[in-house]
């Protein structure tokens, strides 16, 4: 199996025990003299299994990810970690510079005038060159996915 199925397969049962447990939600309480449209004990052993699944699955991503070399000789692992940096960064800016905008609620010239202590458009140059360089590290990391046997 390819490292991209696996990461598809882990979504899905991702899913799958998202629905379990509002199904759950569902049922654990009826009013009294009603039945559930579904066996509570049914449902958590079938979350049971998925999660037994899952945590086999995830186990052998993290395994992989942190074996598998790319072309370029890098870890897998540490293109996340770089991939995970980025993003975080980007969020960083991104929050900065909608701090920036506030509303305009002065009603004279006289009232306290916002003004921005950053320089907004040197900021959203850095976001725009993090949102390029997270693209690349993505198309990498996909690449990587589809080659990659777990």
């Known amino acids: 199996m390819k490292l991209a199925e696996a990461l598809l397969l882990r979504a899905d049962l991702k899913k799958k025990l ?3 447990r509002e199904r ?3 049922n654990a309480m009826v009013q009294e003299g009603e039945a559930p449209q579904e066996k509570v004990e049914d449902l958590l052993a079938q979350a049971t299994s998925a999660l037994q699944e899952q945590q086999k699955l995830v186990r052998s991503i993290n395994a992989t ?5 790319l072309a370029d000789g ?5 293109l996340l970690a770089q ?6 960064q980007h969020s960083l800016l991104t929050s900065t510079i909608a701090a920036t905008h506030k509303e305009v609620d002065r009603y004279s010239q006289r009232e306290i005038k916002w003004v921005p202590q950053i320089n907004v458009a040197s900021l959203q140059k850095q976001v725009d060159d993090l949102s390029r360089k997270i693209r690349e590290v993505n198309v990498a990391v996909q690449a990587a996915n589809w080659q990659i046997d777990i």
């Open 18 to 20: 998202a629905s379990l």
């Open 24 to 26: 759950i939600g569902r």
């Open 65 to 69: 990810n942190a074996s598998a070399k």
């Open 74 to 78: 890098r870890l897998l692992s540490d």
């Open 83 to 88: 991939r995970d940096m980025l993003i975080e």
